[in-house]
Nanobody
């Protein structure tokens, strides 16, 4: 699976962004999908995951209530709606595909692609 995230940018604190991740190659709906992020000087961290059918999601505590993941298997795309952005959300955001949500939650992944930079100004 080839993955490409886009939709990042510079936004003021309190603002919103919608990230998208387009997948190609293998059957998109076979995979759980997730978003990770890596802030400058920090390790990559898990943000959120969604099951192959979209019926189950799991969020990191730091983003609960502000981030919403969704997917459209007809478009081979996963989305991340980010609201109430904070400066600490500044990071490169990556999407990833895994065999299960559990794998993604534990930090593993089968495929990941180029990220998109989100910068939040205070």
């Amino acid at each position: 699976v080839q993955l490409q995230a886009f939709g990042g940018g510079l936004v003021q604190a309190g603002g919103s962004l919608r990230l998208s991740c387009a997948a190609s190659g293998r059957t998109f709906s076979d995979y759980a999908m997730g978003w990770f992020r890596q802030a400058p000087g920090k390790q990559r961290e898990f943000v959120v995951s969604i099951s192959w059918g979209g019926g189950s999601t799991y969020y990191a505590d730091s983003v609960k209530g502000r981030f919403t993941i969704s997917r459209d298997n007809t478009k081979n795309t996963v989305y991340l709606q980010i609201n109430s952005l904070k400066p600490e959300d500044t990071a490169v955001y990556y999407c990833a595909a895994g065999s299960s949500q559990g794998q993604l939650i534990r930090g593993g992944m089968d495929y990941w692609g180029k990220g998109t930079l989100v910068t939040v100004s205070s």
